[in-house]
């Protein structure tokens, strides 16, 4: 999925949902811009899969932009209109991740 995702984003084939703006507009490690979204999936891996989610199969990308600042993108893929679907992108708290990639439990 991650390919087809990435793909989409060099394509600019990719819908920001409305919380994933208002999410990246009021992050509290400030503000995301959608160059930093893209450059982190870039570079970023699928750290959790939610492949039974409605309407579309989504997952947990964890990824660095190129000034190293750790985003965590969860978006779905939908094949029908062949695009990436970013739901919500934040910056990852330290003390309730390990690595910024599992979860403290």
Same mark, same amino acid.
């Given at each position: &999925?991650? %390919? !087809?995702?990435?793909?989409?984003f !060099?394509?600019?084939?990719? =819908?920001?949902?409305?919380? #994933?703006?208002?999410?990246m %507009?009021?992050?509290? *490690?400030? %503000?995301?811009?959608? %160059?930093? @979204? *893209?450059?982190?999936v870039?570079?970023?891996k699928?750290?959790?899969?939610y492949?039974?989610?409605?309407p579309?199969?989504?997952c =947990? @990308?964890?990824?660095?932009?190129?000034?190293?600042?750790?985003?965590?993108? #969860?978006? #779905?893929?939908?094949?029908?209109? +062949? &695009? #990436?679907?970013?739901?919500? @992108?934040?910056?990852? +708290?330290? +003390?309730?991740?390990?690595? *910024?990639?599992?979860? !403290? @439990?």
């Amino acid at each position: &999925m991650l %390919e !087809k995702i990435r793909n989409c984003f !060099k394509l600019g084939k990719v =819908l920001y949902t409305k919380h #994933a703006r208002d999410e990246m %507009e009021l992050e509290e *490690f400030g %503000e995301i811009k959608e %160059e930093e @979204v *893209f450059e982190a999936v870039l570079n970023g891996k699928i750290i959790e899969n939610y492949s039974d989610d409605e309407p579309y199969p989504s997952c =947990l @990308v964890y990824g660095r932009t190129d000034t190293d600042r750790p985003l965590h993108i #969860a978006c #779905a893929y939908s094949k029908h209109d +062949d &695009m #990436a679907i970013i739901i919500t @992108v934040y910056q990852p +708290d330290p +003390d309730k991740w390990i690595e *910024f990639e599992r979860r !403290k @439990v």
